[in-house]
């Protein structure tokens, strides 16, 4: 893989961006919002987990008419708040005195028919495709719901398109991070899951490929599914939680932990190698607090499960063609990086471009605001 010239060494001796921070809004309250997205993330996904994957932690749960009931049910439910909780934001946001009479409509009728989407995306859909196009709907309402909260706490993720060729460089080399920390994850989690398989030691640990045990049989299916994996993982648990809890100036190991654990539990079919997520789970958050750029993330995260999830279903081929693929991804990203950053050169200054700022455009001063009163 080819690496700019000012790519990494440069850009991680780069000054983090201030974070924003709130100043009319009681932090008790943004921790309890942040708390509820990732409840709303995370709780259909761990009851499909405890299901599936019980047995490896001596859960004696099966796929009973009840319990698909119970699940059902839940993911509605689920689904429910989020239609309430969006279109009472985007109402709240949406008045006359600060919109036009069409854009409230425009604006109150999308949330609206967002949320309705994501509830009757909940239904028990006969075609696995459908079921799959379902999520990801359910799953785009709720990072939507996840910016509509950190708008309304005046902590906007940064989610705008690069207009300029130093931008553009710049977003590629943070997703060049993100991607080598994807990996590093995937990595550890992939040598854990075949050192305990090869020892045979008694802890739990994933029987079969991870594709099959997800329930993926074509890279159709993978890449539509990815949609709603980005959406969670990267948009609610990762983006919003650490722009939350840093702007009401809660402590790191706070911030680490409320991200982390969602993502090793989302990640337990797995058995203990889950662990590895660890790696992937906090390397991101730490890129997040010093670049602070979501689309990069979404990006990087995609790609790897991408091309991650086609290597494991390509396994009934011959060897071969897992090589050629990571080559060509090689190849692909050396291609796409050397344009980058050829474009980037003739607008490049002296100096080196300003670090992504909480616009996104005009860099502001460093001083430090006041902290946000906890009463």
């Known amino acids: 893989m ?16 201030e974070p924003s921070v709130l100043t009319d809004a009681p932090a008790r309250q943004v921790v309890r919002h ?5 409840i709303l993330a995370c709780w259909f996904p761990l009851i499909v987990t405890a299901v599936t994957s019980g047995h490896l932690y001596g859960l004696s749960l099966s796929l009973s008419t009840r319990t698909r009931y119970v699940a059902i049910w839940t993911q509605f439910t689920v689904a429910a708040v989020v239609f309430w909780w969006l279109c009472w934001l985007v109402f709240a946001r949406t008045p006359l005195s600060r919109v036009t009479p069409r854009q409230r409509l425009l604006q109150r009728g999308a949330a609206v028919l967002a949320g309705a989407a994501g509830m009757y995306a909940t239904a028990p859909f006969p075609i696995p495709l459908a079921q799959v196009v ?9 990072a939507w719901l996840a910016l509509e909260v950190c708008r309304a706490h005046r902590v906007p993720l940064r989610v705008t398109l690069p207009r300029t060729a130093v931008e553009r460089l710049r977003d590629w080399e943070i997703t060049q991070l993100v991607l080598t920390v994807c990996i590093a994850g995937g990595a550890l989690s992939f040598l854990l899951l075949h050192l305990i398989r090869w020892t045979g030691a008694g802890v739990p640990v994933m029987k079969g490929g ?4 997800l329930g993926v049989d074509n890279i159709g299916t993978l890449a539509i599914g990815l949609v709603s994996t980005v959406a969670l993982e990267d948009v609610v648990i990762v983006a919003a939680t650490t722009a939350l809890l840093t702007a009401v100036r ?13 993502e090793v539990l989302l990640h337990a079919y797995l058995g203990l190698p889950a662990i590895g997520m660890l790696v992937f789970a906090a390397g991101r958050v730490w ?7 979501l689309l990069p993330f ?8 991408l091309v991650g999830g086609g290597l494991m279903l390509m396994q009934a081929l011959p060897f071969w063609y897992r090589p050629a693929l990571g080559f060509l991804f090689g190849v692909l990203v050396s291609w796409f990086g050397a344009r980058v950053e050829k474009a980037a ?4 200054p002296d100096a080196q471009p300003q670090p992504a700022v909480s616009d996104g455009d005009t860099p502001q001063p460093s001083g430090h605001p006041d902290p946000v009163s906890t009463r």
Do not use: E
């Open 210 to 213: 991870q594709m099959a045990t």
């Open 250 to 262: 809660r402590p790191a190991w706070q911030i680490y932990t409320l991200v982390c654990v969602p």
């Open 287 to 293: 890129l997040y607090r010093r670049y602070g750029r």
């Open 345 to 348: 050169k003739p607008a490049r």
């Open 34 to 38: 942040t708390i509820g997205l990732l």
């Open 134 to 142: 379902g999520n990801d709907v359910f799953g785009c309402a709720l």
């Open 2 to 17: 080819r690496v700019p010239h000012i790519a990494l060494s440069d850009l991680l001796r780069r000054p983090s961006p």
């Open 298 to 305: 979404l990006a990087a995260h995609f790609a790897f499960d």
